[in-house]
């Protein structure tokens, strides 16, 4: 079964800070997945998307993530964060056998002053 | 380019109440999503439409959810009866033409409380 996991439910950092959030998928077929971000109040938009090719996706608000398939791991990556960062992170994936968006649990993320 | 519009943006409810959230996609995007998202979890997809066809409904509860999408545009996801279990965010998304690779955009939400 497709799952998404994501390690940690809560990150604080300090602005300008680099951050990373972590996500790992379960799966025995390729995968396509995605990192989307909910700021308080609004509804989830996407962040970056990997499909194929090039493991380093750079998305939008400076972010990028690296594929890793022997580790089945899609990290969340920004060198340096600002207060307009804060929000909710949710990684999510498809499998190549289901047509279904399967999201992990979020991670928070709050940048201190 | 006019987002995915939903309504209303908070709901709150006796439980055994029956409730109605309403969303209208973008324009000209076929496909079309209803998400449960309960608190400090993901979003969870209850079902999914490709026009005003059901391409995946296995996580709705349809002894009590039911969900509509006529004419292949707006789309109406009722609860009758509530129970407080049910008590979440309900998102609506839609996309160009459901392929797994087609970005998903989402509304803002509706915020149910059943209590």
């Known amino acids: 079964a497709q799952s998404v996991t994501q390690l940690d439910s809560q990150v604080p950092v300090f602005e300008e800070a680099p951050v990373e959030l972590r996500c790992n998928y379960s799966?025995?077929?390729?995968?396509?997945l995605f990192w989307y971000v909910q700021y308080p109040n609004q509804g989830l938009q996407l962040l970056l998307k990997?499909?194929?090719?090039?493991?380093l996706v750079k998305g939008i608000n400076g972010f990028e993530a690296e594929f890793n398939k022997s580790q089945t791991s899609f990290h969340l990556r920004k060198p340096s964060v600002h207060i307009i960062d804060t929000a909710e992170y949710f990684c999510?994936?498809?499998?190549?056998?289901?047509?279904?968006?399967?999201f992990g649990q979020g991670t928070r993320l709050t940048i201190n002053p | 380019e006019a987002g995915v519009a939903q309504s209303p943006r908070y709901k709150i409810i006796e439980k055994r109440q029956s409730v109605a959230f309403w969303c209208n996609p973008i324009?000209?995007?076929?496909?079309l999503y209803w998400y449960q998202q309960i608190l400090g979890q993901g979003p969870k997809l209850l079902i999914q439409?490709?026009?005003?066809?059901?391409?995946?409904d296995s996580q709705l509860p349809k002894d009590r959810f039911s969900a509509e999408r006529l004419k292949g545009v707006d789309s109406t996801l009722k609860i009758q009866p509530a129970k407080l279990e049910d008590s979440a965010v309900y998102l609506c998304?839609?996309?160009?033409?459901?392929?797994?690779?087609?970005?998903?955009?989402f509304g803002p939400g509706t915020r149910l409380t059943v209590l």
């Open positions: 990997y499909l194929s090719g090039s493991t």
């Open positions: 324009s000209g995007h076929a496909t």
């Open positions: 439409f490709q026009n005003n066809g059901v391409v995946d």
């Open positions: 999510a994936a498809h499998s190549q056998g289901a047509q279904k968006l399967v």
């Open positions: 799966s025995s077929v390729s995968v396509y």
């Open positions: 998304a839609s996309s160009g033409q459901g392929m797994v690779t087609d970005t998903q955009y």
